[in-house]
């Protein structure tokens, strides 16, 4: 059984940064990739970018190219993954998810979320 723990998220202005984290504890949790989703009032919940199980390759959707860094570190039994965002904007707010095991597919290089292990969320507010 893998569980989830987010941390960070918060008010900041626009043109600020924030960092989120969200660790997986549990058997074999270095093994697998994981992701960062981010839901907008009334939006439906959408990719931000993913990690794969080693840390070496990563994909960020077009609106946080060039501004978000995602980073994991992985121990024995537990992987932290990390969400560095930079000059964020009001369209950045939203309640950010974290998501374990999800399907990597190289050839199209992207990732499908694993159904069973989310985050509780994280709130980010942006002002403007």
């Known amino acids: 059984q893998v569980q989830l723990g987010e941390s960070g998220g918060g008010l900041v202005e626009t043109g600020g940064s924030l960092t989120l984290s969200c660790t997986a504890s549990g058997p074999s949790v270095n093994k697998y990739a994981m992701a960062w989703y981010r839901q907008g009032p009334g939006e439906e919940r959408k990719f931000v970018a993913y990690?794969?199980?080693?840390?070496?390759?990563?994909?960020?959707a077009d609106a946080v190219q060039g501004r978000f860094a995602i980073s994991r570190n992985n121990a024995d039994a537990k992987s932290t993954m990390h969400l560095q965002m930079d000059n964020l904007t009001p369209e950045d707010t939203g309640v950010y998810f974290c998501n374990f095991g999800g399907t990597v597919n190289l050839a199209a290089d992207t990732y499908k979320p694993g159904p069973d292990y989310w985050g509780n969320g994280a709130l980010v507010t942006v002002s403007s």
């Open positions: 990690i794969n199980w080693s840390g070496q390759r990563s994909l960020y």
